[in-house]
């Protein structure tokens, strides 16, 4: 028998969960199940993972409404530099932190993302995703999440750890998550084994927060018509 | 992780000694403390062993400070250059670059550097790998873009960017340039030319004169453009990486029995301040998919024929 990777198992999975027609919250939550199913003891070794993180209300300290966001300035998948103050001079801007292209639940969240784009773009904001991975993932990312949104690099996660968002992998989910097949350094050139927790924010163009959310279960997102709702108010 | 207790772990890193950490970091001990436990809390375990005078580093501590720290100096070269986008007054770039590295490679990603910080001057050094080294060492360049610098300094930081592999430049009307991969012995009777210092020519006139030939013929052209002209005129086989663009007139074939690969890297010197300039062309570097450029054969066919 040839043993599969549960990132390899979870590809079909993955597509299924993404095509959902239900609200991205049930779409990840069908994914979690299957990782539960597939893979009892790595599911458990996330549980644990989220409990500390919970206990220590990782991100806490994030922007919240109504603080202004910190600026940034980032490579996007092509290697240009964008700068949030310049995306906010042409309207409010959904930025949204992403673990990465190799992330299933990334991948369903930038999909719903995509999906949402055309109605973001009337509402004339914009959508970005940041994640800590260089543009040979960003681009990939992004392609496959079928997207036209910029998907900008935070090398090292140094814009995450300024938003109060990085942590740092421990060595069990480090090896639970090398064994299924995701070892990210070399998508983040670097040995660090740090992630940002995936967080959402709605900034007006104002810059000041006008929504966000953050859950340091990576396995919830902010969901595509709560970020909607956020641009119509 | 939050920003400020990374930042007290470096201080207590940095003195052994909380009070002193705080002081440093202008809080106070119970602040200090607090923020260090916190952060033990989502790393798992004690990070220092509190012990008066002889506070240190536990083993987990010394694990994750490498990655704390490169996160954190992340985090204020991120702050810094939001801050400073588009404005003037940046100090100029002091580049270091093997003789071998187009300009035209770099050229995207100094279009970046030329627009965030504008007016900004950059000042190239090209030459061979020990004077690059001694260069960086001394601070004339501050950062570098080269294979090996045959120096194993400690202070050096490389971060890998992307594999260079070296052919045989021809002109079309050279023999040779019919076949699609040149085996080493066909090159026993050319004369070789190639950059100065070059440390690839210097791995194929060893593996030549391994398989007999005593006299291997060597001249070395001071720029990329003296090498086509020479090799055009006919006054031998010019060594030049693969990925390079030459006139149409011109082709790059791959020689065969000899390893001509190398690694280009980025080199920084550790433990010194760092202009925004410098630190995002760092990042922009390492961040830049160069899989095009290590896929030479790609190139190569992309050339007009």
């Not at chain 1, 007006?204 to 108010?233: C, E, H, N, Q």
């Not at chain 2, 910080?117 to 950059?122: A, K, L, Q, S």
Request: glycine content about 6%.
């Amino acid at each position: 028998m040839t043993t599969q990777s549960l990132a390899q198992a979870l590809e079909a999975a993955t597509q299924r969960c993404r095509q959902m027609d239900a609200p991205l919250t049930k779409r990840l939550n069908a994914l979690a199940n299957e990782v539960r199913h597939l893979d009892q003891s790595f599911a458990e070794v996330v549980d644990r993972m989220v409990n500390r993180l919970q206990q220590i209300e990782a991100g806490k300290s994030a922007p919240s409404v109504g603080d202004p966001m910190p600026l940034f300035v980032l490579p996007d998948e092509t290697g240009r530099l964008v700068g949030l103050a310049q995306l906010l001079e042409r309207g409010p801007v959904v930025m949204s932190f992403h673990r990465g292209h190799w992330c299933p639940y990334c991948r369903i969240s930038a999909h719903a993302l995509a999906g949402i784009e055309p109605e973001v773009r009337a509402a004339g904001a914009e959508i970005v995703l940041i994640t800590p991975e260089v543009q040979k993932f960003t681009s990939e990312f992004k392609s496959d999440a079928r997207a036209s949104f910029l998907v900008l690099t935070d090398l090292d996660s140094g814009y995450a750890l300024e938003l109060q968002l990085a942590i740092k992998i421990e060595d069990e989910k480090r090896l639970a998550m090398t064994r299924a097949g995701w070892d990210i350094s070399a998508f983040q050139d670097n040995e660090n084994w740090t992630l940002p927790i995936p967080a959402t924010f709605v900034v007006g163009s104002d810059g000041s927060v006008k929504a966000r959310f953050v859950d340091p279960d990576y396995r919830k997102r902010m969901d595509v018509d709560d970020i909607l709702g956020a641009l119509r108010t | 992780m939050e920003l400020h207790q990374v930042r007290y772990l470096l201080a207590v890193c940095e003195t052994l000694n909380f009070t002193r950490a705080a002081e440093q970091c202008h809080v106070s001990q119970p602040a200090l403390s607090r923020a260090i436990q916190q952060l033990e809390a989502e790393l798992g375990g004690e990070l220092f062993r509190r012990e008066r005078r002889l506070t240190h580093i536990t083993d987990l501590g010394r694990a994750v400070l490498p990655a704390l720290r490169q996160c954190y100096e992340s985090s204020l070269s991120a702050r810094a250059l939001a801050r400073s986008y588009l404005k003037e007054g940046h100090p100029p770039l002091h580049l270091g670059l093997a003789r071998s590295i187009e300009m035209e490679l770099l050229s995207p990603l100094l279009t970046e550097i030329s627009t965030a910080f504008p007016g900004i001057e950059v000042r190239v050094f090209r030459g061979p790998p020990v004077d690059i080294g001694e260069k960086l060492k001394s601070g004339d360049i501050e950062l570098a873009i080269a294979g090996p610098l045959g120096d194993e300094w400690e202070r050096f930081e490389a971060r890998k960017l992307f594999e260079e592999q070296f052919g045989a430049l021809l002109s079309r009307r050279h023999p040779l340039s019919r076949l699609n991969a040149i085996q080493l012995p066909l090159l026993l009777t050319e004369r070789l030319l190639c950059l100065p210092h070059c440390e690839m020519t210097g791995r194929l006139t060893a593996q030549l004169q391994s398989l007999g030939e005593r006299k291997i013929t060597k001249h070395e052209a001071p720029m990329v453009d003296d090498l086509l002209g020479l090799v055009r005129a006919n006054f031998g086989v010019g060594i030049l990486p693969m990925a390079r663009r030459i006139p149409d007139d011109l082709c790059i074939r791959e020689v065969e029995g000899v390893d001509l690969r190398r690694w280009i890297h980025v080199f920084t010197v550790a433990g010194r301040p760092r202009s925004i300039g410098v630190a995002t062309l760092v990042k922009l570097l390492r961040a830049k998919d160069w899989s095009a450029i290590t896929r030479t054969e790609d190139r190569a066919t992309e050339r007009p024929q």
